[in-house]
């Protein structure tokens, strides 16, 4: 079988690890432009990255304006921020919005991209970063993947190089102790579909299946915590390890027809994209089921129980589900139809067949 695997982010992981390890963030440089929200000073994180820095003797900046779904003109300003003061690397504070917008950030302050980020063919020029993330959800902290909200196409695009991995990941579940309960169950859905469409993927190898499995087992080992919203510190972080492991799973395989479709609903009537793929993950599966059976027992397997029990499981989880008619479900097909997730699955899915996995998710 002939295949490669790429992953070059340095992972540390355990309760302090930022304070424990700082002298790590003074390898990536001497003035530090911080990429978060507001909830990094609530949860303690950005306070354990100043007290590095301070102990490094590092200057900092911090640029805590990403929003929910960053946009181009926030990463735009990041950077602008980025070159006014000088910075020469990056540390990213948050879920996968901050981490998202500091990808983009560090290879704005380094590139002109005149011709729009989306277009641009990004160069190894890139500031170096840290990642810190706070939910359990993305694992944008081991991928070069920059998830940015792309208002001409009316859906969310990814950029991507290899430059844009970090450099360190830290991992400290104590930062999600404060999570409110919709965030932690959005989020962990959102780390289950990445290890379950990384199996599906056209992309995938020996090495990105061990991986999810492993990421699969972690995750739905923490459905009790889950569903009870019943934390210890020790299931925080077997969710943030669980997460952390389909991010390199995706690094290398790539996200498929979840992800497609699932940005219509997180653009047009701004769903929490994790949950958007738990409410699209059961009925897709199910779809993949009727043409890669096979593949699709083997991720039961990993699952630890049939397609019916998993849909039950993940229902629970969800509550209520939104609903749409079938005249905006028909766009949200056509739409998911010419993304480019969807040729990255094993099963091809006809703008028909998208059509079944939206109604049977989401149909009135």
């Known amino acids: 079988m002939d295949f490669q695997y790429y992953m070059p982010v340095r992972i540390v992981s355990g309760e302090d690890c930022v304070k424990k390890n700082a002298s790590l963030l ?25 007290f590095a820095f301070n102990m490094n003797g590092q200057k900092y ?27 020469d690397c990056v540390v990213a504070i948050g879920g996968g919005s901050p981490m998202d917008a500091a990808k983009a950030i560090a290879m704005l302050a380094r590139q002109d991209a005149p011709e729009g980020i989306f277009a641009h063919a990004i160069t190894d020029d890139v500031l170096p970063m840290a990642h810190i993330p706070t939910t359990a959800g993305t694992g944008s902290e081991v991928t070069p993947y920059s998830i940015i909200t792309n208002d001409e196409k009316q859906t ?11 450099v360190y990941a830290f991992l400290d579940g104590k930062y999600m102790a404060s999570l409110p309960q919709n965030v932690t169950v959005n989020t962990a859905l959102d780390a289950l579909s990445h290890a379950v469409e990384g199996m599906l993927s056209v992309r995938a190898t020996l090495i990105t299946d061990a991986l999810a499995r492993e990421s699969i087992r972690l995750l739905t080992g923490e459905y009790d915590s889950l569903l009870n919203a019943n934390y210890t510190s020790q299931s925080r972080q077997n969710l943030l390890l669980g997460s952390t492991l389909a991010g390199m799973v995706i690094a290398n395989t790539g996200t498929t027809v979840v992800h497609g479709m699932g940005y219509s609903l997180t653009y047009f009537h701004d769903v929490p994209h994790g949950r958007a793929n738990g409410l699209l993950l059961p009925a897709f599966l199910a779809e993949c089921n009727r043409k890669a059976p096979q593949r699709v027992g083997q991720i039961c397997d990993a699952l630890g129980m049939d397609l019916e029990t998993f849909s039950k499981k993940v229902a629970a989880l969800l509550g209520k589900r939104e609903e749409y008619s079938d005249t905006e479900l028909a766009d949200f097909a056509r739409r998911a139809s010419v993304n480019k997730n969807i040729k990255n699955c094993i099963v091809h899915f006809s703008e028909e067949e998208l059509l079944r996995v939206l109604k049977r998710s989401l149909g009135v």
């Open 61 to 87: 900046t911090i640029y805590d304006r990403v929003p929910n779904n960053p946009t181009v003109a926030c990463v735009e300003e990041g950077a602008r921020i980025a070159r006014e003061v000088g910075a």
């Open 26 to 50: 003074r390898t990536l440089g001497k003035n530090v432009l911080v990429v978060t929200g507001k909830s990094s000073a609530k949860n303690g994180a950005l306070e354990d990255a100043v």
């Open 156 to 166: 969310k695009t990814s950029i991507s190089a290899p430059s844009l991995f970090p």
